[in-house]
């Protein structure tokens, strides 16, 4: 495991050295929990002339926060100045801005690193003639060793190791305008020295935050990457006047990452809420949804049933209607025929009864006829005595007397109406009136044979009452 994580930072510090200075703000992941303090610890001396002092750091790894030792750096290049890195709080959370090189010190976020940076610009320190001179009130260069130095008093701020920059309980500084102008510059990345040293301080456990507690054994080096020797400087414990603070400080940070948490379970916690209660809201929506659709349709399909109901009983009143329509036609039509073939028998009856009457009277008007000529042409009947002496009266004298005048003719009879009998009647035959007068037979004489008389017409035997009716010509 440590061999991996020791190639991850080796891979990483390669990284670094590749990308620009200016590209290191903001370079590491955003961190919830804020930078522990500080460490306090002595400067060790430095190697040799032409190094500069990096302080150290709080660096985050996969176990968190590690101490990263102060260590006496060989610069670059001549004339250029180390910027310190430093935490920063922004988008909820603490990101490290990466350190760099440069021809000034730029911002640093405020933080009192000190042995020169107090906070803002650098007075360890400055370069002069391609040499730098050192400010012995704050390097430890061992004594007469150094041609180069200088003494200026630097007040010291030795109350406040706050490590970040914004934040709960962070520093508030922000950068002036030449600052800001000059972190637009050109700068230079960390050298492999320095990232070495991070390399190594990665890997070693007594640098965690979590074992150490802010008093790494390890707290600077002379040389980059030396973590044993006479040149290894551990931490040392915070003056009594400022344990009380540390102390402070130290709660308030529990506090805080606390609050912190409880802010995180609550505001997780009413997400959380929010999520069921906009999915409760959701799922309801979805059943008031299905409900009213399934209302809608059961609202269509009744309002259809009805809708075909309606239809079919007006198509059913419409079919009765038009059937009594129909019926009423029929009906009226039948009626009319009924009338049309009762008044064409009546018709046809009248007709037949006109022509049975002018038969009947034709032939009525014939038998008259017949009669009034029989009548004419029949002898006078003579009396009952007149026969008696007729019989005894010769022939001769029979013959030689005159004629009988003509008998008077019958008075009419009165106009009998036919009777139309039915067809399937015959009509009942009757007989021929015999009259009773008869031509009177003369007497033969006895020696000679008298002449026969003619004998009278019968006069027609039929009757206009009983003739035949004809029967009615079927149609």
Known sequence: ??????????????????????????????????????????????????????????????????????????????????????WGWGNEGYAWNGGYWGTEVGFYGGVNYGFGYGGSGYEGGYWRNNQFSYNTYVNNVGGERFRNTYNKTVVVNTTNYVSYNGGSGGITARPT????????????????????QREVASKNREMLASVNHGRPAIAATSKPGEFSGKGVVAAREVPAEHRTTENKAEENKAAERKTSENKADENKAAETKATENR?????????????????ANRTAETKATENRAEESKAAERKTSENKTAENKGNATRAAETKTTENRAAENRAA????????????????????????????????????????????????ATRPAQPAAKPEPARPEVKPVVAKPSEKPEHQATPAHTESAPKAAAPQHQAAPKTAAAPKPQAEHPSEAKPKKPESR
């Open 351 to 398: 007709e037949t009864k006109a022509t049975e009457n002018k038969a009947a009277a034709s032939r009525e008007t014939a038998s008259r006829a017949s009669e009034n000529k029989a009548a004419e042409k029949k002898p006078a009947a003579k009396p009952a005595a007149n026969t008696e002496h007729a019989r005894a009266t010769p022939a001769a004298h029979s």
């Open 279 to 295: 999915a409760e809201e959701n799922k309801a929506a979805e059943r008031k949804t299905s409900e009213n659709k399934a209302e």
């Open 177 to 196: 305008a030449a600052e800001e102008s000059f972190a637009r510059g050109h700068h230079t990345s960390p050298t492999a020295a320095q990232s070495g």
């Open 1 to 86: 495991m440590r061999t991996l994580r020791s190639i991850r930072y080796f891979l990483l510090a390669l990284v670094m050295l590749a990308i620009p200075a200016t590209a290191h703000a903001q370079f590491s992941a955003s961190i919830s929990v804020a930078p522990p303090e500080l460490v306090v610890y002595s400067q060790p001396i430095c190697p040799q002339e032409g190094y500069l002092w990096t302080p150290g750091y709080w660096a985050y790894g996969d176990e968190g926060y590690f101490w990263v030792p102060g260590t006496w750096v060989e610069p670059p290049t001549v004339g250029y100045l180390w910027t310190p890195g430093y």
